[in-house]
């Protein structure tokens, strides 16, 4: 109980601080740029769109990027060490401290994992369908280039053909808060024991070497990169292809859910060692 209360503490902060608001609300405005010509499109076609965007966000290269860089800037404060702090520590301990920090990292990756599934939709109303199936109006804009006059987005065929939409979008979803959280974890850590804002060049640096793999995915050996790059493993289009010397979904699975926890539990029994100033 006294870790659900500290971690409500942190979420009362959205609405004190100012950063929360703006970026919650450029992050609405870059995915409505990214994603309302798809409206357009869905209705010269005469076919209703089905909500099954997500999975390919991560495939975005310069616009996937912002929208992590925005995540990484909600949580770069991390700990969230304030004045209101101090008595919280004084009253809880560290360890219960230090894992309420955890929890609320990774309460703050599913919300940001939630907004953009539901972003990836909410601007297809009301030309929206929904539908287990990719639909005539996905399936065209990955065949033809249909698309191309009204989004500068691209839809892979082959990813059409090698899942199925639920799939597609339970693993961008979930890979999305496991990478997420273990951002955050690498963000508090490093602000813990390090010097303040390292964590945040090396997780600003995590979502630019996804992009980077994007960008020069035409070159004969990106793919080993991919072995080392958390955010890249959100993208579905990337995993599974073992006989290209890919990384398998066993793999980032298990990355994640490893890395995570030898974060977080290092993070709860070295913090009686650290000294914790509030600012």
Request: aromatic share 12%; hydrophobic share 50%.
């Amino acid at each position: 109980m006294k870790m659900l209360r500290c971690c409500k503490l942190n979420v009362l902060q959205w609405r004190i601080q100012p950063k929360y608001v703006l970026c919650i609300a450029f992050l609405i405005l870059h995915m409505w740029s990214v994603l309302h010509g798809f409206l357009a499109y869905s209705t010269d076609l005469g076919h209703p769109m089905h909500p099954w965007l997500l999975p390919f966000l991560p495939g975005t290269y310069v616009s996937f990027t912002i929208m992590m860089v925005l995540f990484v800037l909600l949580i770069c404060d991390a700990p969230f060490r304030n004045g209101q702090q101090q008595m919280v520590l004084l009253r809880v301990g560290k360890q219960q401290w230090i894992g309420a920090q955890l929890l609320y990292l990774l309460l703050a990756s599913v919300c940001f994992a939630v907004l953009l599934w539901v972003l990836s939709w909410v601007f297809l109303l009301p030309n929206l369908e929904w539908s287990g199936e990719w639909g005539k109006a996905i399936q065209t804009a990955a065949r033809t280039t249909a698309l191309w006059n009204y989004v500068d987005m691209e839809l892979s065929v082959q990813f059409l053909k090698g899942t199925t939409p639920m799939a597609g979008t339970l693993w961008t979803a979930g890979m999305m808060v496991g990478v997420c959280f273990l951002l955050g974890e690498i963000i508090l850590v490093c602000n813990l024991w390090c010097k303040q804002g390292l964590g945040t060049s090396i997780a600003v640096g995590l979502v630019l070497l996804h992009c980077a793999i994007r960008t020069f995915s035409t070159l004969r050996y990106y793919h080993v990169l991919v072995w080392f790059s958390p955010v890249s493993w959100i993208d579905y289009s990337l995993m599974g292809h073992t006989n290209q010397n890919m990384p398998s979904y066993a793999y980032g699975i298990g990355m994640v859910l490893g890395l995570g926890a030898i974060l977080a539990v290092g993070s709860i029994m070295t913090i009686h060692r650290c000294n914790l100033e509030t600012e």
